[in-house]
């Protein structure tokens, strides 16, 4: 024992040393020169000085490549996807409204939307008003977000996520809602749903976030809640005139599988660019994301061979655009093998849900809750299953990876996504009919909102 006593006390003023140079940093010495007798402190202005951040101008480049790309999902891609699957009638009717939501949440998301999304967490459920117009969202790098790139970059890139998810739900509410309603629907969900559901689960101190989840490109943000908006507004206008009686087919299905190419095309900087950089998780997001478009189109495409017979053109693009929707969350954090079960699964189960609409009795009708609700929910349970920090080091490792709890948080954010989205949906859809109403007149329902919102024909 008085051996041991010995050599630590004659170890303690090395330590005391040690401690001193790692807790305060002010000590310098030569390198290559002896080492001074005693800690020569520096003067204040040599200080280290933490690197301050630096933007990288190749990650610059892909956020903004990525940028463009996501906003051609919205439009031409969504625009044609849903355009061609309506009646001739209300094909302008569609298309002008995935092209109004761009301009609508692109001043939007400048003036308040980003600063309630990203701004300074405000108890862990809203950001505050401190980056309202942009103030203080300047063209340096912000380390929270996007250390390499300006933070103008980082803002422009996520508002076309703030766009597409409410055009995704125009696809519920097809052939039947009035344009000064939807204008005012899209404004106030975009503001009371969006923005803080944003904040929750993407934002420095949202509280979903600090739960664990992972959502890396928006399985719960985009796609969970733009199908639980869509069942909401399903149910609150109700079916079409003639819905179950006569044939409601896709006017032009050659404009409808280009848009999904679009949308396919457009996913890459959806995904990958949801690493804010043009490294080796884009990569791997980008592999990840083409394996489940292809698994799952394929799935689908069997699947609906064996129940009808054939497989159709609509059914191989609605299943490219279902795998998509389920890689989304988990593009960051899986890896090829794990995105092709992603696929196949997303392929079989929006199948079925998109057969199982009619049995429910709800009129959605573009299949936005079969497709990016379901789809999204599996997604965001499947990244619960597949995840692996050797993919991602920042992510978490799921339940085949030892980490059952991650599933577990998976569920509670898909859960607390769905109560929270549908019932804010039911209550604004609620508000708007009492103030404007929702729905067009019956006659010009039958006569298309081509004609009757907008005065035009999509075909002479």
Known sequence: MNRYLRIMTSMLPVLACAILVGTTGLYAQDAGAPAPAAPVVAAPEAAAMPAAPKIDTGDTTWVLVSTAMVLAMTAPGLALFYGGMVRSKNALGTIMQSFVILCLISIQWVLWGYSLAFGPDKGHLIGGLEWIGLNGVGLEPNADYAATIPHQAF????????????????????????????????????????????????????????????????????????????????????????????????????????????????????????????GALAVSAFVVTNTAAAAAALAWMVVEWMYRGKPTVLGAASGA????????????????????????????????????????????????????????????????????????????????????????????????????????????????????????????????????????????
């Open 155 to 278: 803002m422009i890139f996520q508002m076309m996520f703030a766009v597409i998810t409410p055009a995704l739900i125009t696809g519920a509410v097809a052939e039947r809602m009035k344009f000064s309603a939807f204008l005012v629907f899209t404004l106030l969900w975009a503001t009371f749903i969006y923005d803080p559901l944003a904040h929750w689960v993407w934002a420095v101190g949202g509280w979903v976030r600090n739960l664990g989840a992972l959502d890396f490109a928006g399985g719960t943000v985009v796609h969970i809640s733009s199908g639980a908006a869509a069942l909401a507004c399903a149910i609150v206008l109700k079916k079409r005139l003639g819905y179950g009686r006569e044939h409601m087919v896709p006017h032009n299905l050659p404009m409808t599988v280009l848009g999904a190419s679009l949308l396919w095309f457009g996913w890459f900087g959806f995904n990958s660019g949801s690493a804010v950089a043009s």
């Open 321 to 460: 655009v279902a795998g998509l929707v389920a890689i989304t969350p988990a593009s960051g954090f899986v890896g090829p093998v794990a995105s092709i079960v992603i696929g196949l699964g997303a392929g079989v189960l929006c199948y079925l849900a998109v057969l199982w609409k009619s049995k429910l009795g709800y009129d959605d009708a573009l299949d936005v809750v079969g497709i990016h609700g379901v789809g999204g929910v599996w997604g965001a349970l499947a990244t619960g299953l597949f995840a692996s920090k050797a993919i991602n080091a920042a992510g978490g490792d799921g339940l085949f990876y030892g980490n059952p709890a991650q599933l577990g948080i998976q569920a509670l954010a898909v859960l607390i996504s769905v109560v929270f989205v549908f019932v804010g949906t039911y209550a604004i859809l609620k508000l708007v009919d009492g103030l404007i109403g929702l729905r067009v007149s019956e006659e010009d329902e039958r006569k298309g909102l081509d004609l009757s919102q907008h005065d035009e024909r999509a075909y002479s």
